[in-house]
């Protein structure tokens, strides 16, 4: 039995997915939306009876409301936006900085294996050791200021751009390769018609992976070694005992992450509408 | 920058091993011997050129910044950091609350992602607020929870579970759900009960994507390990070894940190990989025999 059960469940690495619509089965679409509110619904209703019975102190868990209006007096008074304008530039310079270096590091291994022979060793070596393990090192190098922040964040972005480029292009199928061939295609044709078009959803799975990375990064080095942004926001929320603040900074770190990758989920749909062609 | 265009007889050749399709396919002793340089080796130079260039910029006084430290400093740092125990006791603290955050948050994470996987009513009621609570960015977290839970390893340690938890349930949940329906089928030829359905047929069938579900559980668990230990300053660590060093400057201090952090992380990496090879050997030969 077991040996059969083996054998059959071998094809699972060579199936094609199940397709969408039989995963939703039994279930509608409007029946799904609206089971989706029960549970949240219930822990807000739970957090309020928390703090309105006072179960735990309103320093350690203020009541949804106070959350709520410390919400609105931090985007009334500016503070968040500010903060989120912070935040959200140096995301964008350290990401553009690491995708630009990611994507000529992983461009350059995948065409040539002299280069993949010389430098991926160490770069992988570097890939090993985190973001975080960098931090107390550069700190000394090039102290708190926006160098630091800018340089952690775009090693974040800089690691899974280059694996996925590297790999995409790796990955590239040697009969594609062969029909260029057969075609005469220069070697530029070879890249621009062939090579890139195939590499183009890892490279860009690598895109989206070193924008999350980028935003995860920033909130660490925020909360460690800054006086601004969304992740000090959290820090001086903490230290002042105010988790309303903490809160509110938390769901707007959330949201924008959320935004970020919706982008370039976005993006990735619009660039690769040929492939559905 | 060139690219390797296999003859179609080096072609046919590399249609045999596993680095068919790759563009890389390139004889392997042309590039050894036109450059002088044997490929092994390659891998060898840049770190060497790197080290010489430190080594260097501190013999020559290319830069009189007190931060440049020769590699034979932290080397020397390295040897005390090991024999006067320093070393152990913070590393062992590391890894213990690694190693509890990561069981406690891939336990329940495998549990939560079955769970999701074979009920659709629980993955309606519970999914949606899952992937809004993933949003949010892992260390956002820590404020929170040393409100709640303090600064010491019990912090922390919930912590690391909250790290290990997400990526084990996505995994376990993509994992069941890319079952073949086709296995399903013969599952309900044999009449077999929930539970056989369960150990014999989905959960063989989702190992794969399970196991990468740990490997990524022991690798975020050893980040967030890291970021506890920053943030929560409190007891011993190897990432409190590193921040002590920051503050009062030791360079060589630091840098021996990062050494270790990189070699930890390494060994975790080594470790996932080699015990999923061996745990998922079975499904190797399966494979094998459909091809």
């Given at each position: ?277 | ?6 003859d179609p007889l080096q072609a046919a050749a590399t249609a045999v091993s596993l680095e068919a399709g790759t563009l890389t396919a390139a004889p392997a002793d ?46 020397q740092t390295a040897v005390a950091q090991a024999e006067s125990g320093e070393l152990w006791v913070a590393l062992g603290a590391s890894l213990w609350r690694n ?87 013969v599952a309900r030829v044999f009449a077999f009960s929930r539970w056989q359905l369960l150990t014999r047929v989905v959960l063989p069938a989702a190992s794969p ?83």
């Amino acid at each position: 039995m077991s040996e059969l059960t083996s054998t059959l469940v071998a094809p699972a690495a060579l199936r094609p997915p199940v397709p969408a619509k039989a995963r939703r089965l039994g279930l509608s679409r409007g029946v799904r939306l609206l089971l989706a509110w029960p549970v949240p619904l219930a822990l807000l209703a739970l957090w309020w009876l928390a703090a309105r019975y006072e179960w735990v102190a309103p320093q350690v868990l203020p009541a949804p409301d106070v959350v709520a209006a410390t919400f609105r007096d931090l985007l009334v008074s500016g503070e968040l936006w500010d903060n989120l304008v912070v935040s959200f530039w140096r995301v964008v310079w350290g990401f553009v900085a690491g995708a630009s270096v990611g994507l000529l590091l992983g461009v350059a291994m995948g065409l040539s294996a002299s280069v993949k022979d010389y430098i991926y060793p160490t770069f992988k070596a570097f890939s090993q050791i985190p973001v975080l393990g960098w931090l107390p090192l550069l700190m000394l190098l090039v102290g708190i200021d926006e160098a630091l922040k800018i340089i952690l964040i775009a090693k974040a972005a800089a690691v899974p751009i280059a694996l996925n480029t590297y790999k995409g292009i790796q990955n590239v199928p040697t009969q594609y390769i062969e029909l260029a061939r057969v075609y005469g295609f220069s070697r530029r044709q070879l890249l621009q018609k062939v090579v890139f078009p195939a590499a183009l959803a890892p490279i860009w799975n690598g895109i989206r992976y070193g924008l999350t990375h980028a935003w995860l990064a920033l909130v660490v080095v925020e909360l460690l070694a800054s006086s601004e942004g969304l992740g000090y926001m959290i820090v001086y929320g903490r230290q002042l005992f105010q988790l309303d603040v903490v809160m509110a900074a938390v769901v707007v770190v959330g949201a924008v992450g959320f935004a970020l990758d919706k982008l370039l989920a976005l993006t990735e749909a619009w660039l690769l509408r040929w492939r559905r062609q | 920058m060139s690219i390797h265009i296999p003859d179609p007889l080096q072609a046919a050749a590399t249609a045999v091993s596993l680095e068919a399709g790759t563009l890389t396919a390139a004889p392997a002793d042309a590039p050894a011997r036109r450059l002088g340089v044997p490929r092994v080796l390659r891998g060898w130079v840049l770190p060497a050129l790197l080290l010489l260039l430190w080594w260097a910029a501190v013999r020559f006084g290319w830069s009189t910044s007190p931060l440049l430290v020769a590699p034979a400093k932290v080397w020397q740092t390295a040897v005390a950091q090991a024999e006067s125990g320093e070393l152990w006791v913070a590393l062992g603290a590391s890894l213990w609350r690694n190693l509890a955050g990561f069981v406690l948050g891939a336990s329940l994470g495998l549990l939560f992602g079955i769970a999701l996987g074979l009920s659709r009513l629980f993955e309606a009621l519970v999914g949606p607020s899952f992937h809004t609570l993933k949003q949010i960015s892992l260390f956002a977290w820590i404020p929170l929870i040393s409100v709640w839970f303090g600064l010491g390893d019990m912090a922390k340690v919930v912590f690391l579970s909250l790290a290990a938890f997400f990526p084990m349930v996505l995994n376990t949940f993509e994992g069941i759900r890319s079952v073949p329906r086709e296995s399903l089928e013969v599952a309900r030829v044999f009449a077999f009960s929930r539970w056989q359905l369960l150990t014999r047929v989905v959960l063989p069938a989702a190992s794969p994507s399970i196991f990468a579900g740990v490997h990524l559980a022991l690798i975020y668990a050893w980040l967030a390990t890291l970021g506890a230990e920053y943030l929560l300053v409190s007891g011993k660590g190897i990432g409190n070894t590193m921040i002590d060093g920051r503050e009062h400057f030791w360079m060589d201090l630091v840098l021996f940190g990062v050494i270790v952090v990189g070699l930890v992380g390494f060994s975790l990496n080594w470790l996932a990989t080699q015990l999923e090879k061996r745990l998922l050997a079975w499904r190797g030969r399966s494979v094998a025999q459909f091809n």
